[in-house]
């Protein structure tokens, strides 16, 4: 099948005559001009829209490189000047297209695009839930049933249809339940709080050379300088940091990590703002950022280590990292002056599980009360240790989580049941709202002390989809209170019994889900699929998502399995790359709601059989065929 974009679909159309050499003695060819429009505006998700390139002068012989997204990805390569586009959700991106002629010259053209959809949300955040059976108290215990009411909102510029779903859905919580969080979703600990985050220097003086500095301005380097731009691919060493992937960093002498190599280092006034006072380049982590000075006895230094000497707070405990350190640190006391203080810290990252962790060795003056400690993107979030705050007292560290690679506590999800886990929530007006109620409850031997969330996941019709996020995470029992109520009875979904085969949107050709149910005696089943998709740039793609079936959900991680072709026997290897909720709505559709690593936006969308009303074929051979001694790779079939 055609593999397309999470976002749109793609279709070529037209076409173009490419235009022979220029006549011996003709005239030169003018320059090439190009103009991209399209035909609605603003465009509507689920629909088709057509793009234009119009390119004049050049040799002709025009290709055209299409970036509809705005993701500085090319989409598609044609010869023809006309596109049609198919988004699945809300969004305002800047699509562009470059247009070469047949001498190499190029021209390119860009236009703002608005798509317009459903966006329906919680009216307010997902508050207190009620008991509805149980011990008459306010905490929630083993064997009792709650519930939970809430508003929908439809915050969008177009209605749902009238088949639509908002997905209830559950997870285990995180074992760092007071971490500090963002709008994003990291979560940030320290050391004095003890649990994963822990106080390890790395001291990498004698290891590595100072880096070279380059001064930003006219003040000399070790005041107001940068390093070069260090890359970080040799170690495969990329990172997601606020959504974006990161594979290279700059160091300020001033304290911080700028993601962008346009980065001066220069900024030397710290605030505590979302947006930088100067050198606003991008995402920043801000290790100690405040007016510094490098010693002439200290350095910017770097290093990378393929396992680590400080473990990771988050699995597997044994994996590479990067540290970059600065040492014989002082603060500007002023032109003449002597700096304040000689202090090391440093920044290690960890490019398997995200995970960020600043240490500081020795005493930082005050405690670093003229500094700020956090990481930033200045287009969404900030997440703030300390700013202007004695809060640096060495040795410390602190450590931000991702919120895709959070500490997880081992509690058993099982245990919590979700009783009516989708809302129907079609035909919602722009502006227009909806209350609902949603019900759960807890088996018994549920263990005290368990952490568990319940998530309103998203939203989808037919045509579009959107993740909403509305979250609220509790505890089992509290310490001393937590008694066992054995005569709630819980009113479960009655099972659906899911068709195997393949689940696809028809406004989405090209993706979808090869799903089947496997029966396990004495447990659960296992629901399989196999998610075909594109890449950023169209590539086709797998991904493999399984887990446990229980009240027709599935809550599991996304893998995508990679074979080793060096290896000398058959291998492979699996990576975790995002996480899925699928409900079963009926035996012949699905709800699937999906974030990737590569895309924390995300989506939820209808999927239904392909075989529809259908009967299967005598034999039916639907399933997923493979070989027991090279996992990892197979056939799907579908009669």
Request: charge should be negative; aromatic fraction near 10%; proline fraction near 5%.
């Amino acid at each position: 099948m055609r593999a397309v974009s999470l976002l749109f679909t793609l279709f070529a159309a037209g076409g173009a005559i490419a235009a022979g050499p220029a006549a011996v003695g003709s005239k030169a060819p003018s320059a090439l001009s190009v103009t991209l429009s399209n035909d609605a505006d603003p465009a509507i998700a689920g629909s088709d829209v057509l793009y234009t390139a119009t390119a004049t002068g050049g040799s002709g012989g025009y290709t055209y490189r299409w970036d509809i997204d705005g993701d500085g990805t090319t989409d598609k390569t044609t010869t023809g000047n006309t596109l049609i586009a198919r988004f699945n959700r809300e969004t305002q991106v800047n699509a562009s297209v470059v247009v070469r002629d047949g001498n190499g010259s190029e021209g390119s053209a860009q236009h703002a695009v608005s798509v317009v959809a459903h966006r329906v949300r919680l009216q307010s955040a997902l508050g207190e839930p009620v008991q509805v059976c149980g011990d008459g108290d306010a905490v929630i215990e083993p064997g009792e049933r709650w519930r939970f009411d809430a508003v929908l909102s439809n915050a969008g510029a177009r209605s749902t249809a009238a088949d639509a779903y908002t997905l209830i859905s559950k997870s285990t919580s995180d074992s760092i339940p007071g971490a500090i969080r963002d709008n994003f979703g990291y979560a940030l600990t320290d050391s004095t709080q003890g649990g994963q985050c822990s106080y390890q220097f790395i001291d990498i003086r004698t290891q590595v050379s100072a880096l070279q500095l380059t001064a930003s301005g006219s003040e000399p380097a070790n005041n107001e300088g940068r390093s070069g731009v260090l890359d970080l691919g040799f170690l495969g060493g990329s990172f997601n940091f606020y959504g974006q992937t990161i594979s290279q960093l700059v160091m300020s002498t001033n304290g911080y990590l700028g993601t962008s190599d346009a980065t001066t280092g220069a900024d030397f006034n710290n605030v505590c703002g979302a947006v930088p006072n100067a050198d606003n380049n991008g995402k920043r982590l801000q290790v100690l950022h405040d007016d510094l000075v490098v010693s002439p006895t200290g350095g910017l230094r770097w290093a990378a280590f393929t396992e680590c000497p400080r473990p990771s707070g988050i699995a597997p405990s044994t994996q590479a990292c990067f540290v970059f350190q600065w040492n014989g640190m002082g603060i500007y006391a002023g032109a003449g002056a002597t700096p304040i203080g000689d202090f090391n810290f440093q920044a290690v990252i960890y490019p398997q599980s995200w995970q960020i962790v600043y240490q500081y060795q020795n005493g930082i003056p005050n405690n670093g009360v003229g500094a700020t400690v956090g990481i930033l993107d200045p287009a969404t979030s900030q997440l703030t240790a300390s700013c202007n705050q004695p809060r640096v007292a060495a040795p410390v560290a602190f450590c931000f989580y991702h919120p895709r690679r959070l500490p997880i506590e081992s509690g058993d999800l099982t245990k919590l049941r979700l009783e009516n886990p989708f809302v129907a929530s079609g035909d919602l007006q722009p502006g227009a709202t909806r209350p609902f109620s949603s019900f759960f409850s807890l088996e018994p031997d549920t263990a005290c002390g368990s952490r568990f969330r319940v998530d309103v996941a998203g939203t989808a019709d037919a045509n579009s989809g959107n993740n909403l996020g509305g979250t609220h995470e509790f505890e089992v029992g509290t310490t001393g209170n937590c008694n066992i109520t054995q005569n709630c009875a819980l009113s479960l979904p009655p099972t659906i019994n899911l068709r195997p085969g393949v689940f696809f949107n028809p406004r989405r050709d090209g993706n979808g889900l090869v799903a089947h149910v496997v029966p396990v005696a004495g447990q659960l089943p296992i629901f399989f699929a196999a998610w075909y998709t594109g890449d950023r740039n169209r590539s086709p793609i797998w991904y493999v998502v399984q887990g446990r079936l229980q009240d027709n959900q599935v809550v599991s991680p996304i893998l995508r399995v990679t074979r080793n072709l060096a290896a000398p026997v058959f291998a492979v290897t699996r990576d975790t790359v995002g996480s899925a909720r699928v409900q079963l709505l009926g035996a012949e559709k699905i709800l699937f709601s999906y974030t990737l690593d590569s895309d924390p936006v995300g989506g939820t969308e209808i999927l239904t059989h392909g075989f529809q009303g259908l009967a299967s074929s005598s034999p039916n051979r639907t399933g997923t065929w493979f070989f027991g001694q090279e996992d990892g790779w197979g056939q799907t079939f579908d009669s």
